[in-house]
């Protein structure tokens, strides 16, 4: 499915996929000696490698914290510090390029989050690395806590660290966020407050930023009766970027509580919680992120309460959305039955079952057997949210175990791709204690398998758990698992284990103890872990303190924190991955940009062709019109993946391929009004080479003539949902008094009947003519009605698939007639709006071809070049594109004076870059709309038709 093109050797812009490569070894391939970068500037994210016009090759590498570069031919390095990395710091991916200008090259960074930096060429020394490769080697390391600091109260009498809690980042500046809970008495009444702590590159630093004390609370709870009971960082579940926070609080004296929800702003926590879900049972003691169970973009949270009077434990789970958490819960269950909550575990699992639903893991450890064997439960998410029966139930092994007192998602721990889950079973073998790994197939039966089990020296292992990501960063999760010697009284000892290929480690790399001396409140003894400091590294957050005759408060207590840094190397692994050098490049000149593609044996683009790009930016859809597609990798050496659609499709429809968002699937429909025949979906599995059709009627005949035997039903404008598995698509009825309406279907790729998603008959009697827009959030659907007379329904539609509710965003305009989308947002609230100067090859022309830009909250719109002339054709954009988030639009438009420019601007128009200015590159030929194409991972392809000219673009 990859393939090498005889044009990679004229190309200007080299492309290094980044290399997730998490340690400091490099080596020339053929010299023996290793280059070791200083540890202090944390884990490698990326390198790159350029050759240079002399013969030689340059290496960089970058680090969360500095961009290295070589020196004195790679015996020494240097760092470069004058450069913005801030937005590099902190992405999950780091992806860089390397471009060949005539003045001088540039680096330029791209991050997970969308942030581009580029890098000023004059702040770059350009030295030569020998050898024609650079190995790289991650060996693995152990943990080792760099610094232990302790953050004290002021107030006499306050037991501080009640409870500790890494958050996340709640102000979005990069860094994880600290939460402190205290309770005191200095007059002689227990009092409550809370305290933020934000995260810097020099870790937790100075007085907290934010408090918050009982009196902000709108609570009719006694001042002497508050118990902090729980808080946790509970992900973005409004979806504005920043992550909220959940604490909840007990009193004391009737046993009611109260969940307070703060949510994250640019700067801090607000003061007053903004939600306050309260209860008559204990609803709370344990709070969850638990991912999006719904599939709607945002995050939703799980509670777990304790019902004393019933003896039951409900669980209960909000869903969240714009607005913030919902004020009822949208899925309950209080049948569990359960006489305490001293250690009851749930926890956020990913999706295990590869359905595009996240799913949820609850322990509960005086179910099973005598009340005793304790059992673990995993709840699947679906549309609807949490399904109301467990998928899977594993029981303890035997009487007094106590499996599930802690359970956790703990990321992929063997490196298989498949989140894997760890469970606790303290009380095994006379409370010696286990915790069992449970690794994922992509299927709930998956998890039947024999779990890796693990035991401590301690007793009660596995007594809590906690997931504490890549510490090393050798791209395997690692686990935190606590055990606790009651007779020892030396408190809880935590263990880290490390993953690997066989799952966990037999024994851990690190150990640390933790006072302990009460079980009541042993869920706020947990360790939560994060990058506090933003290096790369995993820190530790815990309670320190030892409270007698809870809760009469008798000493000061403490909140610590461990800052993570690498220990010793223990073995040198095989490199994980190699920078190829490369040849230096050809003495010619080079712009930043580069045509790629013309007249070349291996695509043979010639008149006719569509090139399209796949949504990561890595493969190329070339479309002839002699009926045949192929598939080719950009950047890789393979043979394209081909298929010959004329002996299955009557006529291709070039107006509308659509890749699926993960890029396996291709879905194309027959060509129906130009050939008045029917039309079906076709879809092409790249990954099987398969092309099958996917709403076969059984009829192909023609559409328009009278006395048919058969209803034609027309099936046109494939997309895909955001979970790469559904298509939906308009379907058109036609009988022989005419037609008789559209509705709206979606079918899965597996499946072999359309479900009817929305009757849009009173709004299009005719067939849809330009594509359907399904955003990555997958809350709504958006699509055109360009009917060739004014019906009062043309224009712009958005279909709400949580309610069903159509909103008609842009009507029918006389002056350009019908819009039609060109391009949602997943992100913004911003579509791109294409006017175009005919409608159906019915109407005349009104005037250039035109893009604008819509604001799909407020309704207004705004002409994305509005200076161009109505009678002047070379002045008008050509084509346009939204960035997959919708911030940025980048267009294409040709000058009065026959000069092609390819412009880059954000939506609001206040800043903007030519990036591609060329005269003659592409003649008198025009865009083939779209002539642009905007991947994922922000790579920008400019394609012109007729001639298969291809342009290249990396957003700057």
């Not at 290295?68 to 390029?97: I, N, Y």
């Not at 175009?836 to 819509?854: C, D, E, H, N, R």
């Amino acid at each position: 499915m990859r393939a090498t093109m005889p044009y990679q050797r004229r190309f200007a812009l080299v492309i290094i996929v980044a290399v997730l490569i998490l340690a400091p070894w490099i080596s020339a391939a053929q010299a023996q000696e290793v280059v070791t970068l200083p540890r202090q500037a944390g884990r490698i994210v990326a390198m790159v490698a350029l050759p240079d016009r002399d013969g030689g090759t340059n290496l960089y590498v970058l680090t969360p914290r500095q961009l290295f570069r070589t020196q004195d031919g790679g015996e020494s390095w240097e760092a470069a510090t004058d450069w913005p990395a801030a937005p590099a710091a902190h992405s999950a991916f780091v992806a860089m390029a390397a471009a060949h200008s005539d003045e001088a090259p540039q680096l330029w960074l791209a991050t997970a989050g969308g942030a581009i930096v580029v890098l000023d060429p004059a702040e770059v020394t350009w030295a030569p690395y020998p050898g024609e490769a650079a190995a790289v080697y991650a060996p693995p390391t152990r943990w080792a806590p760099a610094l232990r600091q302790a953050l004290a109260t002021d107030r006499p009498g306050e037991a501080f660290g009640f409870p500790v809690a890494v958050v996340g980042d709640v102000n979005g500046d990069g860094f994880a966020d600290l939460l402190v809970g205290a309770i005191g008495n200095p007059d002689d009444e227990i009092y409550s407050r809370l305290l933020l702590y934000l995260g810097s590159a020099a870790g937790i630093t100075g007085a907290p930023a934010w408090e918050s004390v009982h009196g902000d609370w709108p609570l009719e709870f006694p001042i002497d009766a508050i118990l902090i009971l729980a808080a946790a960082g509970l992900g973005d579940f409004n979806g504005d970027g920043f992550n909220d926070v959940g604490v909840t609080l007990l009193n004391v004296d009737d046993g009611r509580s109260a969940v307070l929800i703060f949510s994250g702003t640019a700067e801090g926590l607000a003061r007053t919680p903004g939600a306050i879900i309260d209860d008559e049972i204990i609803l709370g003691v344990r709070l969850a992120a638990a991912g999006d169970l719904n599939g709607d973009g945002f995050g939703d949270v799980a509670m777990l309460g304790f019902d004393e009077a019933n003896q039951r434990l409900p669980i209960r789970v909000y869903m969240g959305g714009p607005e913030g958490l919902q004020s009822e819960p949208a899925w309950t269950n209080d049948e569990i039955e359960g006489y305490d909550f001293v250690a009851v575990g749930i926890s956020a699992v990913g999706d295990l079952d590869s359905d595009g639903f996240d799913d949820l893991l609850i322990g509960l450890p005086a179910l099973g057997d005598d009340d005793t064997r304790g059992q673990a439960r995993l709840y699947l998410g679906s549309e609807d949210g949490l399904q109301p029966q467990p998928a899977w139930v594993e029981e303890g092994s035997a009487s007094g175990s106590y499996l599930g007192m802690d359970v956790a998602g703990v990321g992929d721990v063997n490196g298989d791709g498949r989140p894997d889950i760890l469970i606790g079973e303290p009380g095994l073998d006379d409370r010696t204690g286990r915790a069992l790994l449970y690794t994922t197939s992509g299927e709930v039966t998956g998890l039947a398998g024999q779990p890796l089990s693990l035991t401590g020296s301690d007793a009660t292992f596995g007594l809590l758990i906690t997931a504490a990501g890549d510490v090393n960063g050798d791209g395997y999760a690692d686990v935190l698992i606590a055990s606790y010697d009651e007779d020892s009284e030396r408190g809880l000892a935590w263990h880290l284990y490390l993953g690997g290929t066989g799952g966990l480690g037999a024994q851990p790399v690190y150990s640390f103890r933790q006072a302990f001396s009460n079980l009541e409140i042993l869920g706020l003894q947990r360790v939560t872990a994060g990058d506090l400091n933003g290096d790369g590294y995993v820190d530790l957050a815990f309670s320190q303190f030892d409270l007698q005759n809870f809760p009469n408060v008798d000493a000061v207590e403490e909140a610590h924190v461990l800052y993570g840094a690498p220990g010793a190397a223990e073995v040198q692994a095989p490199p994980v991955g190699v920078v190829a050098m490369g040849p230096a490049l050809p003495s010619a000149d080079f712009s930043a940009a580069e045509l790629l593609l013309s007249e070349q044996e291996t695509l043979d683009a010639e008149d006719g062709e569509v090139l399209l790009l796949s949504p990561d930016g890595l493969s190329l859809l070339v479309a002839g019109d002699d009926g045949m597609l192929c598939v080719t990798a950009i950047d890789a050496q393979s043979k394209p993946a081909c298929q010959d659609t004329r002996d299955k499709l009557r006529s291709l429809s070039y107006d509308f391929f659509a890749w699926s968002p993960d890029g396996r699937y291709l879905a194309l429909h027959e060509e129906a009004l130009r050939f008045f025949h029917d039309s079906d979906i076709w879809i092409w599995d790249l990954q099987e080479n398969e092309l099958r059709n996917l709403t076969d009627d059984n009829y192909s005949g023609n559409i328009i003539t009278e006395n048919r035997e058969q209803l034609a039903q027309v099936d046109v404008a494939p997309a895909w949902a955001p979970d790469s598995q559904t298509l939906v698509f308009a379907r058109s009825l036609r009988d022989e008094e005419g037609w008789l309406g559209t509705q709206l279907y979606t079918i899965s790729v597996e499946s072999v009947e359309p479900v009817l998603l929305a009757d849009i008959a009173d709004e299009t009697p005719f067939v849809i003519s330009s594509p359907l827009y399904w955003p990555a959030d997958g809350s709504s659907l958006y699509y055109s009605v360009a009917y060739p007379r004014n019906t009062g329904s043309d224009g712009l539609w958005r279909l709400d698939l949580t309610t069903g509710d159509r909103t008609h965003l842009l009507p029918y305009e006389e002056e350009r007639r019908w819009p039609v989308f060109a391009g949602v947002g997943s992100q913004t609230p911003v579509a791109l709006v294409y006017y175009p100067a005919w409608a159906a090859q019915i109407a005349p022309p009104v005037g250039p071809s035109t893009y604008a830009l819509l604001n799909l909250d407020s309704g207004t719109i705004s002409d994305l070049v509005p200076e161009q002339q109505e009678d002047a054709l070379t002045n008008h954009p050509h084509g346009a594109t939204l960035s997959p988030d919708g911030s940025k639009v980048l267009y294409a438009y040709r000058d009065a004076d026959g000069t092609f420019r390819a412009v880059i601007r954000d939506v609001t128009g206040e800043t903007q870059k030519t990036l591609l200015e060329a005269g003659e590159i592409i003649g008198a030929n025009r865009l083939r709309m779209p002539g642009a194409v905007w991947s994922t991972n922000d790579r920008i392809f400019l394609g012109a038709r007729p001639g298969g000219a291809l342009f290249t673009v990396e957003t700057p």
